[in-house]
């Protein structure tokens, strides 16, 4: 099966504390497939959604043409495993794959993004049954699905979530408000979590538990589509949930393992998300080079003032390492290990890099950069909201700080 | 129909690469630069695998001649949509000189192995604009200067492929990894009894001369003086 590809090793070393030893870790990526999906990737993102972007963003519309033809293309929904249909690709792909897309319009990815988001708490916590019968339906047609965790009133602080589910019988009732849900207006099931031990004193991580809702299920309603900064034609809204009836069936592991599910699943997709950032950096990088190197000023060309150079020189930098980021973080998780620590290096720095390129991109272009008219004073709207969701710049530090930490104590 | 189609991709410096001559003028630089299928041979892939899928033909080989990197490309074609391919094994200086007459040499010794009725090739040739196929000939539809001219030929037969046949599709995510079980056989031109020497030498290759900037005049008085000063009338 793996006959004909090339293996490309990539060195990297890691130092055990306690032990003061070298590991050295190989990597054997799948080369030719790797490429081929990426050439794939590639090619739509910069034929299809390059040139339909602006439209969307302009008008906020959801981009039902770019999903659909991104499901058809097998781009869409590919953690989703074999057995119900999907492609089983691991999240080192996924995120070359989200890198291209990304490149395109981040929008445009958010949307396909937040499925993988909604999909991989019943992909690592799932029955068979309920894999089957919620995933196996986003392989036959090209369905929306959601991650509803945030609230108006808790975004970072998961364990302050107010949301109740209440069992009666063979069902939980379900009373609450979400926030902020990418594909909220879009999607045709919601993984949810929600509190069902009402103690204030319980501990997180037995106090919640994950839910996975049929959109139709009467009580749900959702509400208007926000109007943001940037990422526009990206479906994000608020949603009411009114004594929504949800089976036991749709409980996820168990009563009280909500947190978990709902945590684990951040370290599969936060190294995509990371991704995305690096793809709408490369993007700026792209962009302001070419003008770079067109626009004449002071009898040269941009790019010969060495103080553009300069810049170009650290965006590039900054690409090159965001991507070296978050190709570790997957393989990390690829490999079966605990990548909590270098998903949230990744995507602190992916999103910190993103904002920072994208603003450098805009001063290249001088004031051309700031007019509408030209494409990147979009990636600056757009770059923002990489340092807020999927755990805030902030949650991350917190996250990287503590897992540094505790390689240092005994 | 169980005719067999063969079809010949060539990887080829990617299209939107900007290519450079080498500073020795020997060639122009390949190392490190992206390659793809040439894309009229995407055109020539898709119309073969079309007649698959309207079941007008039986299977599809795709053909490459070239160094080991060629298999990329009939990978490529694999998950478009053809069943096998054949890697004929060309490299260093063979491929260097790899000219037209050598590759048609292989390209008819493969179809007479391999029992072909047909053979699409990227263009320069028939500029086949429609193909259609019927019981044992051909009818294809192609644009020449004046308009349209609809022919009919005799199979086996050799149809290029020009841009208004079709749009190439995507090699989906499934299909890509659905290829690598698809076999791709390795071949050598000396198998095939085709001799590779070339009569032709490359003396010296060269960037096309810089357009020169124009020259803006006022009036038609202005321009006629300005041709006569430069010699031209």
Redesign the interface.
Known sequence: FYANFRRVCVLFLVMEKSKQMYHCFIIKINHEQQKEFRDTARKFAREEIIPAAPHYDKTGEFPVPLIKRAWELGLMNSHIPEHCGGLGLGIFDACLITEELAYGCTGVQTAIEANSLGQMPVIIAGNNDQQKKYLGRMSEEPLMCAYCVTEPGAGSDVAGIKTRAEKKGNEYIINGQKMWITNGGAANWYFLLARTDPDPKAPANKAFTGFIIDADTPGVQPGRKEINMGQRCSDTRGITFEDVRVPKENVLIGEGAGFKVAMGAFDKTRPPVAAGATGLAQRALDEATKYALERKTFGKVLAHHQAVSFILAEMAMKVELARMAYQRAAWEVDEGRRNTYFASIAKAFAGDIANQVASDAVQVFGGNGFNSEYPVEKLMRDAKIYQIYEGTAQIQRIIIAREHLAKYTV | MSARVLVGVKRVIDYAVKIRVKPDKTGVVTDGVKH?MNPFCEIAIEEAVRLKEKKLIKEVIAVSCGPQQS??TI??AL?MGADRGIHVDVSGKDYENLGPLQVSKILAALAKKEDVRLIILGKQGTFASQVDFQEDSLKVEREIDGGLETIKIKMPAVVTADLRLNEPR????????KA??KK?DTVKPSDLGVDLSSQLEVLSVEEPSQRQAGVKVETVEDLIKKLRDSGRI
Not at chain 2, 170 to 177: K, Q, S
């Open positions: 793809s298999q990329e990978r490529t998950a995507y090699a989906t995510l499934p299909n890509i990894m690598k079980k791709i």
